[in-house]
């Protein structure tokens, strides 16, 4: 088996709008004035100095009715094999914050500073989305020369998508070389650690 492709990101040019939602800000009901005076200098510095690590991995997809096979990996999908139909393979995805970013989430907290340690963690929250996003339009360009389109991802405990087939994820991606756990209820710690499956179809 091919082994999976890792590398850092900086992201430093994430926009901060997503961020500045998860700490309460709506557009139209909030006043954003305030806001962007308090937060956005303190906001582009974690951005600016936290990273976040994405693997990947393609692998060939086989579909019979409701069973679906990545690899030596079986399981029962209707969600997967109506939105999988016709992609000969799929991408597998993981992203996750540096665990040195994560653990001065709580540092922070047990220092007293509470509203630094809310915006990390909405920082790292958002990166790591973000990063995933930016991976798919980075690989997109690659497979399109291929003749390639990647299809909208979907991730483990979505649906009948059930969440025990994170293993697959964590084992093939090789997670635990890179200080990753995974618990017995199939939860990833640290807990900003996101995986994905996305189809790769025919261009059309």
Not at 29 to 34: C, F, K, N, T
Not at 89 to 106: G, M, R
Not at 110 to 137: I, P
Request: charged share 25%; proline share 4%; aromatic share 8%.
């Amino acid at each position: 088996m091919t082994d999976p492709i890792m590398k850092w990101l900086s992201l430093s040019h994430m926009p901060l709008l997503t961020i500045y939602t998860r700490l309460g800000y709506r557009a139209g009901l909030s006043e954003a004035e305030p806001i962007l005076t308090e937060y956005a200098p303190r906001l582009r510095s974690l951005v600016a100095a936290t990273r976040v690590r994405v693997t990947y991995l393609f692998q060939p997809l086989g579909i019979d009715g409701d069973v679906c096979r990545l690899g030596t990996h079986t399981f029962s999908s209707r969600l997967i094999a109506e939105r999988f139909a016709n992609a000969p393979k799929v991408l597998l995805l993981a992203a996750s914050a540096d665990p040195a970013d994560f653990a001065k989430i709580e540092q922070l907290a047990d220092a007293g500073e509470l509203k630094q340690s809310v915006m990390l963690d909405a920082v790292l929250s958002e990166k790591v989305d973000f990063a995933l996003d930016f991976l798919e339009t980075e690989i997109t360009v690659q497979i399109r020369r291929e003749g390639l389109k990647l299809g909208q991802r979907l991730s483990c405990g979505y649906g009948d998508f059930k969440l025990e087939n994170q293993r697959y994820f964590f084992e093939t991606l090789h997670l635990a070389q890179q200080g990753i756990t995974l618990d017995d209820r199939f939860i990833l710690h640290p807990e900003k650690t996101v995986t994905a499956l996305a189809p790769v179809f025919q261009a059309g």
